[in-house]
């Protein structure tokens, strides 16, 4: 159930009215039902709405609310639905009560039972969560006002349900679609469809990627009442299958992933602090992280109304003076983890612990079981800006082994040069050097502790380990630096606000699995970034059935929502009965326990389709 709102004008004057409805399926597709009018709610955030209807549906079915006072108004209205179903119901007895007899004879079949039979099991579960949670966010209606016909918007639903619920390739997809309820949920015929008119509607969405994804976020602000203040920026990569030939932006570069043998795109992401992507955008798989700041923040100017004030949360890969400057020119402030050298600025603070304060932190939402590991912090004022000691017990094993995998690594490539200037098959001076300069390239994070040198006389490479810079670093394990120019937060609100950015790591995880972002198989430009675009849009619903969850305090993600739900199907049950005639019934199966709570908690209807019934004359085409 929700909350849906009415204008009406009369004499000039518009009257607003709020109707609880709720969706429904039926033979033609999904439709809304109003099950009573609520009057005027007021000025109360659109935010509420979906939780007062959350409190009427859970009353009508007779759950309790054992923390919260019963709700006068939630009352009232439950009183209000009961009387009109009273209502409804006297109707129908009466009349019911003045048909004939035989009519009631109508249901009654003599039926073969032994040549009863079940035909075209399709799952359903998945795709009627996903099809209400489009339905929700407005999809449809966001896709038709940027100018797709009915039709590409039949085909937009059925790939992005398919990258939410199990991802293929548009060849593989039309068996997908027809393995699945969708022709009956969506009331489309998909028997004919072939990979072509997908590829087509990939050109179709791709203009529109900007305004759809704008209309989305201000829907989603308003159905969960999203914060507006802080947004997380961070970037990941994503390699493709084969040489990419007809894309300019398929190139190689750091990979993310660990393949830095295949081409690459570079992919910006933006999300809020609930974890609600906000924008997105494409770059060449060779783009460095810092120039993407910019077009990023541009391309969030047309999403969403920046505001003087609102944050800005970025890694250390733009961490650089002009990208700072650039945050505050837009009136902007910022949060971001400083580069590896500003950190050893401050080894003395570092080694003194006796300043630093234990944050105190929460099991996370979504694993309220997890222990959490050690964060203490320290905050100091350097000129315009709040520096922000961070020293952490968990990252402290995780840096060290980092380094120490780099330093095996540098030695190894060493002893590899050493060898093969001392068997003379390297003899060149300007070549020696060269080598060893590469190797300072290659293994940057550690070659500062392992001076190198050729001694031309000897003709021999030699290097030694730095023995007091290795201390430096051993200190400095688990500790990174945070800057912000904001004054107003204490060392353990700016340490929370800058961690939010792990909610863009988890954006980018989901999107590569379990909606299988990678690999990319299309090499052309624009299908490429539509690909992205639908792994985004697909994202959209996942992060919606999720927070809908955690709001109802389940702990549970969407990979086990649907696996749970994999088992609610729609069939044909065939009865063959007397006089030659089969009767075929589809409908879906009976939704058991499992399936009912996640519905509810979902709060969608558990009943997929209404029956539909035909009957077949023997020899007759069906």
């Known amino acids: 159930m929700y909350i849906r709102q009415t204008a009406k004008q009369v004499k000039g004057k518009t009257y607003i009215n709020h109707l609880l409805v709720e969706a429904i399926a039926t033979p033609d597709g999904p439709r809304q039902r109003t099950i009573c009018s609520l009057g005027n709610l007021g000025p109360r955030p659109r935010g509420e709405w979906l939780k007062l209807a959350h409190k009427i549906e859970s009353a009508l079915v007779g759950q309790g609310d054992f923390i919260d006072e019963p709700d006068a108004e939630v009352q009232t209205i439950v009183a209000k639905v009961r009387a009109r179903e009273r209502r409804v119901d006297a109707e129908t007895l009466d009349r019911d009560a003045r048909k004939t007899s035989t009519s009631d004879d109508e249901h009654l079949v003599r039926i073969h039972t032994d040549r009863v039979s079940i035909e075209e099991a399709r799952e359903a579960g998945t795709v009627h969560v996903g099809w209400q949670f489009y339905h929700r966010l407005g999809l449809d209606e966001i896709l038709a006002d940027a100018g797709l016909d009915d039709k590409a918007r039949r085909l937009s639903a059925a790939m992005i349900l398919n990258r939410l619920i199990a991802p293929r390739s548009e060849h593989a997809m039309p068996e997908w679609i027809r393995s699945t309820a969708l022709a009956d949920i969506l009331g489309e015929n998909f028997d004919d469809l072939d990979a072509f008119p997908l590829y087509r509607n990939l050109d179709k969405l791709y203009p529109e990627r900007a305004r759809i994804e704008a209309a989305l976020v201000e829907r989603e602000r308003e159905l969960f009442d999203l914060d507006t203040t802080i947004y997380l920026y961070d970037l990941t990569s994503t390699y493709f299958e084969g040489q990419a030939l007809g894309n300019r932006k398929a190139k190689r570069g750091y990979s993310r992933d660990k393949r830095p043998d295949c081409k690459q795109v570079v992919v910006g992401l933006v999300v809020n602090r609930d974890g609600f992507p906000i924008a997105h955008e494409v770059w060449a798989g060779n783009t460095q992280d810092r120039s993407t700041l910019d077009a990023m923040l541009d391309a969030l100017a047309k999403r969403v109304d920046l505001e003087p004030g609102q944050t800005v949360v970025v890694d250390r890969g733009m961490a650089f003076k002009e990208n700072l400057e650039s945050i505050r020119a837009r009136g902007l402030r910022y949060i971001v983890a400083a580069r590896q050298g500003e950190r050893d600025e401050h080894l003395a603070e570092f080694e003194d612990l006796e300043g630093f304060d234990d944050v105190v932190r929460q099991p996370g939402p979504r694993n309220p079981g997890q222990k959490k590991s050690r964060v203490r912090v320290q905050q100091r004022r350097v000129g315009e800006e709040t520096h922000v ?25 060493m002893e590899k040069l050493k060898t093969r200037v001392g068997q003379g098959r390297l003899k060149d001076v300007e070549k020696i050097h060269a080598a060893i300069g590469r190797l300072r390239e290659r293994h940057p994070r550690v070659a500062r ?65 379990p909606l299988a972002e990678r690999p990319i198989f299309h090499h052309l430009e624009h299908r490429v970034e539509t690909h992205i675009f639908l792994c985004v849009l697909a994202y959209h619903l996942l992060v919606s059935i999720e927070t809908t969850l955690l709001d109802n305090g389940v702990h549970t993600s969407w990979a086990t929502v649907r696996e749970q739900l994999r088992t609610h199907q729609i069939c044909t049950v065939v009865l063959p009965a007397e006089g030659g005639q089969t009767l075929r019934i589809r409908q879906a199966t009976k939704a058991e326990k499992p399936h009912r709570d996640l519905y509810r908690q979902l709060s969608i209807p558990s009943q997929i389709i209404r029956p539909k019934r035909t009957w077949i004359t023997e020899g007759s085409d069906e």
Request: charged residues 40%.
């Open 449 to 513: 502790y392992y001076p190198i040198a050729y001694d031309e006389e000897k003709r021999l490479v030699e290097y030694h380990r730095d023995d007091a810079k290795m201390a430096v670093a051993e200190t400095l394990d688990g500790s990174y630096l945070l800057k912000t120019d904001r004054h107003d937060l204490t060392a353990d609100e700016a340490w929370r606000v800058y961690t939010l950015l792990t909610r863009a790591e988890n954006a980018f995880r989901s999107m590569k699995s």
């Open 389 to 413: 000691l961070c020293l952490s017990d968990g990252r402290q094993a995780k840096d060290r082994a980092i380094r120490e995998k780099h330093e095996r690594r540098l030695l190894a490539d």
